[in-house]
């Protein structure tokens, strides 16, 4: 059964792009359609592969079509899609590269196309693709990816919402809590490499016991003390850093909600 190339629709850097910079991809690209021919050949030139088309109805020898645009054209371009003459059941729309929800493309669904998006996480030196979206959507373009062997994983269909808050709790929201923690030890006379290094010992500890399977207990004081050799920290807490013991007691009430009913009970702030 004769390949099928991979269909491009781009818009805007795509330098930045994990995606585009395989392999398995690039020398399985045909048809790219960009906001005109001469940008799509440009594309087509940079990437060394695949030829810049004028309208998306060129995009038809394509089964899989990747779309890589900023997020504020996603609605535009879907129009134009639905405009193209396309046997809509022959082909696999993803959207690349992007935390837009996979629904967006639901015009085309409409229609009888399959649809997904993929977003990249970094992952050490490398990168991990998560794919969302309609099962033949998404096992299609594995398939390419994995050629590369480089890690994809695939979502529940629906699910997508939740990677983006996982993704959050795991990045952007420790990091005020770290801040904190730097700017505690700062009082305490740490600096420069002492500092930073202690911070993060701290937390590789937690995350390696965590990722072992040590999700249901305290770490660090917690664990170690006694609830009355706590009880005098925060003593202190509350008379020197109130707003600190505040968001303490907060976050340990959040992490007993969660633990509960494994959390041991003769240890707790």
């Given at each position: 059964?004769?390949k099928?190339?991979i269909?491009l629709?781009?818009?805007g ?6 995606l585009l910079r ?5 020398s399985?690209?045909?048809p ?6 001469q940008v799509a050949t440009?594309?087509?030139?940079f ?5 810049g088309?004028?309208t998306?109805?060129?995009l038809r020898s394509?089964?899989?079509?990747l779309?890589?645009?900023p997020d504020?054209?996603?609605?535009r371009?879907?129009?134009?899609i ?6 809509w059941?022959e082909?696999?729309?993803v959207?690349?590269?992007t935390?837009?929800?996979t ?7 409409e ?5 997904a998006?993929?977003v990249?996480?970094?992952t ?6 998560v794919?969302e979206g309609d ?9 390419v990816i994995?050629?590369?062997n480089v890690?994809?994983?695939?979502l529940?269909q629906?699910?997508k919402?939740?990677l ?12 005020p809590l770290?801040?904190m923690a730097?700017?505690?030890l ?7 490499n002492?500092?930073a290094?202690?911070i993060?010992h701290?937390s590789a500890?937690?995350?390696?016991a965590?990722?072992?399977g040590?999700?249901m207990?305290w770490?660090?004081p ?6 009355t050799?706590?009880?005098?920290y925060w003593?202190?807490?509350?008379a020197?850093h109130p707003?600190?013991?505040k968001t303490l007691r907060?976050?340990?009430e959040?992490?007993?909600?969660q633990?509960?009913?494994k959390?041991s ?5």
């Amino acid at each position: 059964m004769k390949k099928l190339p991979i269909g491009l629709v781009i818009e805007g850097n795509l330098t930045a792009s994990a995606l585009l910079r395989l392999p398995a991809i690039t020398s399985e690209l045909g048809p790219i359609k960009s906001s005109g021919l001469q940008v799509a050949t440009r594309v087509s030139n940079f990437l060394d592969s695949g030829h810049g088309v004028a309208t998306y109805g060129e995009l038809r020898s394509a089964r899989t079509i990747l779309i890589r645009i900023p997020d504020g054209a996603v609605d535009r371009v879907v129009s134009e899609i639905r405009k193209a003459e396309l046997v809509w059941e022959e082909h696999a729309f993803v959207l690349c590269e992007t935390w837009v929800p996979t629904e967006r493309l639901e015009p085309l669904r409409e229609l009888g196309a399959t649809i997904a998006s993929l977003v990249s996480l970094p992952t050490g030196n490398e990168k991990t693709f998560v794919l969302e979206g309609d099962l033949a959507a998404v096992r299609q373009l594995r398939r390419v990816i994995e050629r590369a062997n480089v890690r994809s994983i695939e979502l529940k269909q629906g699910t997508k919402q939740l990677l983006f808050a996982a993704t959050l709790l795991c990045s952007a929201i420790p990091t005020p809590l770290l801040l904190m923690a730097q700017q505690l030890l700062r009082e305490g006379g740490l600096s420069g490499n002492q500092l930073a290094a202690v911070i993060e010992h701290i937390s590789a500890e937690m995350l390696a016991a965590f990722l072992k399977g040590a999700r249901m207990t305290w770490g660090g004081p917690l664990a170690e003390h006694l609830k009355t050799t706590n009880g005098e920290y925060w003593d202190d807490l509350d008379a020197t850093h109130p707003e600190v013991a505040k968001t303490l007691r907060t976050l340990i009430e959040l992490g007993r909600d969660q633990m509960t009913p494994k959390l041991s009970r003769g240890h707790g702030a």
